[in-house]
């Protein structure tokens, strides 16, 4: 947690942990129901300390939290998204989210399951995503036909995708006939389908397994989720 950024506007700090839109909370704060460090303040901009002050609502203590950091075991047909009109999304599922700015770091397709981080942490998910570092993802596969010998190969020489697009070095484990693990260190968008699609297949299932140094906790079902450890995110950080 850094100092630096520990001193907010009262309405901010409020609105950040989902007290109420902005506007609410300048209400809540102009009738006189939110007190600082046991003094009732009704100027919303008045600047407090993360860190350090007390702030409460109606009597309630809050605790501010900066960062937040999930691992879900996202199912199929929910949306990589934050939010969205009509459906569901997976930042919906995490129900126990203290925050309102998490988003997901990276897209799964709608029909992928799998670890999925859910964060507000926009420095660590530059980190993970950002090309340059080349983080690992490994996926499980289903494939509609049989893998072929020359499989493992043509994704480990970088597979040509199309014109514009060709993949870099995979990993491809065989698991039996038609189930296989890949091994990607980019995540361009349907890069598993696709590739698969380059060599004649078709995915009929996708889940992700894991990501840098982060594996999915085997013991979340589909749909549910846990936070992350201070190792895990320690992990992540220096994951190359
Ligand atoms: N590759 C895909 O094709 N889909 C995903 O959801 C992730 C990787």
Same mark, same amino acid.
């Given at each position: 947690m850094s100092k630096s950024n520990s001193m907010l506007r009262l309405d901010k700090y409020l609105a950040d942990l989902s007290v109420g839109t902005r506007?609410?909370?300048?209400?809540?704060?102009?009738?006189?129901?939110?007190?600082?460090?046991g003094n009732t303040i009704i100027v919303p901009e008045t600047k407090v300390n993360s860190n350090q002050d007390r702030i409460s609502v109606d009597g309630r203590e809050l605790s501010y939290v900066h960062l937040e950091y999930y691992m879900l075991n996202k199912p199929a047909g929910v949306v990589s998204a934050s939010n969205d009109k009509?459906?569901?999304?997976?930042?919906?599922l995490i129900e126990e989210a203290k925050r309102k700015d998490l988003f997901p770091v990276g897209r799964l397709d709608k029909d992928t399951e799998g670890l999925l981080i859910i964060t507000n942490d926009g420095d660590l998910a530059?980190?993970?995503?950002?090309?340059?570092?080349?983080?690992?993802?490994?996926?499980?596969?289903?494939?509609?036909?049989?893998?072929?010998?020359?499989?493992?190969?043509?994704?480990?020489?970088?597979?040509? $995708?199309?014109?514009?697009?060709?993949? =870099?070095?995979?990993? !491809?484990?065989?698991?039996?006939? *038609? /189930?296989?693990?890949?091994?990607?260190?980019?995540?361009?968008?349907?890069?598993?389908?696709?590739?698969?699609?380059?060599?004649k297949n078709e995915v009929v299932y996708?889940?992700? $397994?894991?990501?840098?140094?982060?594996? =999915?906790?085997?013991? !979340?079902?589909?749909?549910?989720? *846990? /936070?992350?450890?201070?190792d895990e995110i320690k992990a992540l950080r220096s994951s190359k």
């Open positions: 506007t609410e909370v300048k209400q809540l704060i102009r009738k006189g129901r939110v007190m600082v460090n009509k459906q569901t999304t997976v930042v919906d530059h980190q993970l995503l950002s090309p340059k570092k080349h983080v690992d993802k490994v996926y499980f596969a289903r494939l509609r036909d049989p893998l072929k010998k020359e499989d493992e190969e043509a994704f480990a020489s970088g597979l040509t $995708i199309d014109e514009e697009f060709t993949a =870099l070095p995979a990993v !491809l484990k065989r698991v039996s006939e *038609r /189930e296989a693990y890949v091994t990607i260190r980019e995540g361009k968008f349907h890069q598993i389908k696709r590739m698969f699609e380059a060599v996708l889940k992700r $397994i894991s990501m840098g140094s982060l594996n =999915l906790d085997e013991n !979340l079902s589909l749909g549910e989720y *846990r /936070e992350l450890t201070e």
